[in-house]
């Protein structure tokens, strides 16, 4: 199985992650709507596990 590739920007060179999703699990309907908002929720999901950390991180340096 093939995950789909994560750019940096919208140039696609630069590769940052990638991600698989199984129809009928993570997304309801094979369609490229479903997979497009499965990927801005992986995303979203991904953006506020970061800043979390990073706001562990600066509270505990200081």
Sequence with gaps: MQG???????S?????????AAVGF????NSVQD?????????????KEYLRLLEEYNRNST
């Design 26 to 29: 993570e997304i309801l309907n």
């Design 12 to 20: 696609e060179e630069i590769p940052v992650d990638a991600f698989t």
């Design 35 to 47: 997979a497009e908002q499965f990927a801005k929720d992986v995303i979203d999901s991904e953006e």
């Design 4 to 10: 789909v590739p994560i750019f940096s920007d919208s």
